[in-house]
């Protein structure tokens, strides 16, 4: 999955750019659970230089993933609802530490019959990055759409 994210939660007009980039591998029970766990990529920077960190730091999340169907009939697709949670372990001067959350539905749309499906996911995450050195540590909240390949 790769998704864009702006924030704007930093306060003193200071916003958090980013992206994240997931790779998970999974296995599908006869379409009623996908279980998945996989590493991502997130990359973020800072508005303004006078953060405390470094304009631009990234997060190596270990993450788990479930998809669970409600409609197997939508729009010549599926729907599914998708919980999305990982930790990221603090790795170097660069690597922040942090938990995250997503929960949102997922809309699977199949590239062919018993191929891939090209997957759009709309959902609620929860960022919490914590900061080295410092006493408070930043927790994002963000409404994001991502873009996916779901390979079966």
Known sequence: MFGINKQNSLGNDQSLNGYKFHLMIG??????LSVGFGLGNEVYKAGKSDMPFSTRFSML??????????????LSGSLRFVGNAGYAPRIGNDMFKGASA?????????LSFNGPDLLFTLGYGFQQIVLPYQPNNLQLHSASLTVGLFIN
């Open 27 to 32: 296995r599908n029970f006869n379409d009623k």
């Open 61 to 74: 999340p270990f993450l788990a993933d479930v998809r669970v169907p409600i409609s197997r009939h939508f």
């Open 102 to 110: 997503l929960g949102g539905i997922s809309y699977h749309h199949p």
